[in-house]
């Protein structure tokens, strides 16, 4: 006869995402709002992309950039929305160990390829507003390419480890995440092993690679605010500092987004 203990090893094949536990009443009204964020994210990042792709006038490398930023923004979108409206609209709540995983890289990776495209925003603008001579040949194509493949590399690499980590993780019994989305965090304390280095490593790279982004932009912005502080004609610092507020608000568009999800 099997022993008590043996119930409790068997491994786990799937998760079950919970989102809101505590207002499971409120999730068809919830998908409401949800649902016109996503429809509206995704039609304003797809018209950004067409309008850049079309209008010649914008094939500049800000516009690369943003370029960039918008399809960073598609894919977070389509990683995470359409499986919570699905567990809000048909109770889908389950997700395989595969799904739930690869979920986990690209929420990891790709909040932190925003973070990274925003830090090298601030240095075009840095460059524009602090060296307009040398702006031309710093900031080419040549760079903007070179900057989309550090923004993925960076930040794919130091993320692949998170998924790897929990993935190799003894599951028993206990499969219920209580979260719209497979963190790593909500996944690995459902282990019967030691999660550890799992805390250890997602405190580690979060830190290092959102507070390293976070510092550049903070010296970009003010290098830029003491360069426009210093010009004496009527009008050119708030035009100067006219180009840089869109990205203020899509830094802060950003920031309360990442806030919500570490709620």
């Known amino acids: 006869m099997a022993s ?5 090893t068997i491994p786990v094949s799937e998760f079950l995402l919970i989102c809101f536990p505590n207002y499971q009443s409120w999730q068809h009204w919830l ?8 429809l509206l994210a995704m039609g304003a990042n797809a018209t950004l ?15 690369y950039l943003l370029s960039l930023l918008s399809l960073l923004d598609i894919v977070l979108c ?3 929305i359409p499986k919570v409206l699905a567990i809000f609209w ?19 990776s790709f909040l932190t390829m925003e973070s ?25 194509d040549q760079f903007v390419s070179r900057a989309a493949t550090f923004v993925v590399a960076r930040n794919a690499l130091f993320s692949l480890p998170v998924p790897i980590l929990s993935a190799r993780l003894s599951y028993c019994d206990e499969n219920i995440i209580s979260n719209c989305i497979c963190t790593n965090l909500s996944v690995s304390k459902l282990s019967c092993d030691d999660i550890t280095l799992n805390r250890l490593y997602q ?18 912005y003010s290098f830029i605010l003491k360069t426009v502080l210093r010009i004496k004609a009527e ?16 830094i802060l568009f950003f920031s309360t987004v990442l806030l919500v999800l570490v709620i």
Request: aromatic content about 12%; charged content about 10%.
């Open 235 to 250: 009008g050119a610092g708030a035009k100067a500092l006219s180009t840089c507020g869109s990205h203020f608000i899509l």
């Open 78 to 80: 389509l990683t995470v």
């Open 90 to 108: 048909f109770d889908l709540r389950s997700i395989s160990f595969s799904a739930c995983f690869l979920q986990m890289f690209i929420m990891n």
């Open 203 to 220: 405190f580690v790279a979060g830190w290092t690679l959102l507070g390293s982004d976070l510092i550049l932009i903070v010296l970009s």
């Open 31 to 38: 998908s409401l709002p949800l649902s016109l964020l996503f």
């Open 116 to 140: 990274c495209t925003f830090m090298v925003m601030a240095y075009d603008r840095y460059v524009a507003i602090c060296h307009p001579l040398r702006y031309t040949s710093i900031i080419t």
């Open 4 to 8: 008590p203990s043996n119930s409790s």
């Open 49 to 63: 992309l067409l309008t850049i792709r079309l209008e010649v006038s914008l094939h500049e490398p800000m516009y």
